[in-house]
Structures are given as C-alpha cells and as structure tokens.
C-alpha cells in the first residue's frame, strides 16, 4: 500500500472506460470523494475528452488500452501488446501519484490501471454496471480485492467471486439526482409530445435499430406531435436523421448530449 505524508489528502485513482457508461458512474463517486476530502485522478482514454472535459478529477490520464475486436491471432497479439504497454504507463503512473486506492469501472481502458495496482499491492475494487459482468471486468475480477455490482445476482454462479461483491446500485450523478426533482409535466390532449431515446454504447445501436422505424410507423397525426432527442452512435446518426427526415418528425439527434439529465426532465 501507498504512504503519502500525514498533511496529505489520500488519492484515489479512477479508471474507466471512455464511453458514458463507464464514465458516469465514475464521475458520481468522484464527486462523493472530492466532498470527503479526497483527491481524485483519472485513468482513460482518448475517447473520454468528448465526456470528461467537466470530471472531477484533479488530473486526466491517458493510459493505452485496446478493446477486444477479433479473435484471430493478429488482432489478439496487438491488443494484448496494447494493453501490456499501458500497464507500463500504470506501474510508472502508480509510481508517481502514489494512490491509495484503485476504482475501475469497466471497459479496456481500466484494465491497464487495475492491473498494474494488483502488482503494486494497492488496494483495488471494480464495479460492474450491468446484469452480465463485462470482459474487462471479467478479466480482472479473479484479482480485486473487491466487487460491487449494480444488480443482485451478478456473480451467483462464481462462489469465489460472489464472497467479495457488494450490491451498491449504480452511482448517480448529482446532475441526474438535480433533474430527478423537476415536477412531471402533465400532457395536454392533442399537444406536443417529447421522446428522449439514449442508450450505452450497445444500446445506442439497438435504439436506432428499432426506434426510428418503429415511429416511421406510425400515424401521421402522431408523427407531427412529436419532438424526439436521440442519442446514437456516430456511424448511426446519419440514418437515423435520414428516417426521422421522411417521417417528417422533429429530432434533434447526436452522438452526446452534455445536458441529458435535464433533457430527461424536460422530457
């Protein structure tokens, strides 16, 4: 374990993902640190940028990471090969900013960080959003000290996993947690009626699978009340623009939106 001097606020390190799935969570008990006097780093990758310009963090680091893509023999060598130099980058970052603590929460990007904590004996946990554990996660619960799961159940059938889970739920945001007191607005008969439609990376595809021509579907009458917000993956977002376009409904649709929990409340 790190020592740090007794003056000193302890440092936590966060790695997740670069998606919002990951990061959310990780920004949710980043805030709940910063207010108990604890420093916070980030471990990601590039892709955060687009999400992490707001974290809490004291520091955003940029660890190497590869996602898992396909199972021949190449694409496995360069991911492992990606993935052991930034485990490099984490032993050297450990090194230097001497956390207390290592949180991951899932995706590729953690891997690196988490692992290298395992093999500097800092104390590491991991958090799975989801009701099936995700590779990443999979990969590096065997060595964790700890486990907290969102859903009951997660782990039932890994005994030596499931002694050292905890269900937490799924950290919210104080952004989500500020939008969820905004007062539900009754529609009115025959006014405007608002969809928000968002998703995880996977989900993202699914809604723009069956969303959009779900509403292509539908009467005319209805099509012209709606104003839809959705959230797709960048290589949807031109068809999904381009049904809602000849269906004639209103939507405003993006890769990201930094205000979705007040789009959620509006909506």
């Known amino acids: 374990m790190s020592t740090h001097a007794t003056h000193d606020p302890p440092i936590v390190l966060l790695a997740a993902g670069g998606t919002g799935g990951h990061l959310f969570p990780a920004e949710a008990l980043a805030e709940a640190l910063s207010r108990r006097g604890i420093t916070v780093d980030l471990a990601t990758d590039e892709r955060a940028e687009r999400y992490g310009m707001t974290f809490p963090a004291r520091r955003i680091h940029i660890v190497t990471s590869a996602t898992v893509r396909g199972r021949d023999p190449i694409s496995l060598a ?30 590729y990007p953690t891997v690196p960080p988490v692992l290298a904590a395992t093999l500097r004996k800092i104390p590491t946990l991991i958090h799975e959003q989801n009701a099936v554990m995700g590779r990443a996660n999979k990969l590096l619960a065997a060595r964790v000290k700890a486990i907290a799961t969102s ?15 905890t269900r937490t739920g799924n950290p919210v945001r104080p952004a989500v947690i500020a939008a969820a007191t905004t007062s539900y607005a009754v529609p009115q008969p025959g006014g405007p009626i608002r969809l928000v439609v968002f998703g995880g990376s996977q989900g993202a595809r699914i809604m723009a699978d069956i969303v959009p021509p779900a509403i292509q579907r539908l009467d005319p009458h209805l099509q012209s009340r709606l104003s839809v917000v959705q959230q797709a993956r960048e290589e949807d977002v031109d068809r ?9 409904v209103a939507a405003e649709v993006a890769p990201f939106f930094t205000d979705l929990p007040a789009r959620i409340a509006a909506g």
């Open 78 to 107: 360069r991911t492992a090969a990606l993935l052991g130099i930034g485990t490099m980058q984490a032993l050297r970052l450990l090194g230097r900013i001497q956390p207390s603590a290592v949180v991951g929460f899932g995706g």
């Open 151 to 165: 859903f009951a159940g997660v782990l039932d059938r890994e005994p030596d996993l499931n002694a050292k889970a």
């Open 240 to 248: 999904v623009k381009d049904i809602y376009a000849r269906a004639k």
